[in-house]
């Protein structure tokens, strides 16, 4: 799990190095681009989206989250921070995850049930492959 704060490029460097050796994992509270994305999801990583993806001034989360498709997307808390609209500035915990679970729904003009059957498919490919 790789939680990339001010550091893209080393990250970055580090999935390259790892990718010769079919390493997967998740990029935790996703916050790059949708070319980082690309990168990201090229050596077989799997992103995980909070509640910055409500945020009126979410543009880049917006975009990035339209790059993303839904059988590599997840979402989190990232508890005790991030809440989502309406709780912002609130203590985040899992209770905020159908805020989430909907702007992206929104987002990718699909249902609340799609990005939610996606999220636990996804969630149990992931901890499938890391133990396998």
Do not use: W
């Not at 080393?10 to 390259?16: E, G, K, P, T, Y």
């Not at 059988?71 to 989430?100: A, F, K």
């Amino acid at each position: 799990v790789i939680h990339s704060r001010e550091s893209t490029q080393d990250c970055l460097d580090a999935v390259n190095d790892y990718k010769k050796k079919s390493v997967t994992g998740l990029f935790h509270c996703f916050s790059g681009s949708p070319e980082v994305a690309k990168i990201v999801l090229d050596a077989g990583y799997y992103i995980s989206i909070g509640g910055t993806v409500t945020f009126k001034n979410a543009k880049k989360v917006v975009e990035t989250v339209k790059y993303i498709p839904l059988d590599r997307l997840l979402t989190e808390t990232d508890c005790p921070y991030l809440s989502p609209e309406p709780n912002r500035g609130r203590r985040n915990d899992s209770s905020n995850i159908p805020y989430i679970v909907q702007k992206i729904a929104e987002i990718k003009n699909c249902s609340a049930e799609n990005v939610i059957e996606a999220v636990m498919q996804n969630t149990k490919s992931l901890f499938t492959k890391i133990k396998g």
